[in-house]
Nanobody
Framework: QVELVESGGGLVQAGGSLRLSCAAS????????MGWYRQAPGKQRELVAA???????NYADSVKGRFTISRDNGKNTVFLQMNSLKPEDTALYYCNVNARLYTSPNRLQAYWGQGTQVTVSS
């Protein structure tokens, strides 16, 4: 019912930049919080950044000042601009969208993208 399509991952040298995008499509009535998580090998998935419907943002301490999350409400798309990348940013990045569907407007559901790999070389 909801599909998330992620793009923008890749290989970059330390100090470089990448921009991730995640577009949500389907029978979406309203989109609430959107965010990006990441999971490195052998580690738990962690929140990188989140943006709420009113525009409020939240960042992990490790990315503050380097990453910027934004959203295009008209296109149900969330972006993550990543600057000054470090090798420790290497991980599989997942998009997360919390939305209500036309078929179940009273239920807020969480949806996940398939993940996009970000690799930062030293």
């Amino acid at each position: 019912q909801v599909e998330l399509v992620e793009s923008g991952g890749g290989l970059v040298q330390a100090g470089g930049s990448l921009r991730l995008s995640c577009a949500a499509s389907g029978s979406i009535s309203t989109v609430h919080a959107m965010g990006w998580y990441r999971q490195a090998p052998g580690k738990q998935r962690e929140l990188v950044a989140a943006i709420f419907s009113g525009g409020t943002t939240n960042y992990a301490d490790s990315v503050k000042g380097r990453f910027t999350i934004s959203r295009d409400n008209g296109k149900n798309t969330v972006f993550l601009q990543m600057n000054s990348l470090k090798p420790e940013d290497t991980a599989l990045y997942y998009c997360n969208v919390n939305a209500r569907l036309y078929t179940s407007p009273n239920r807020l559901q969480a949806y996940w993208g398939q993940g996009t790999q970000v690799t930062v070389s030293s």
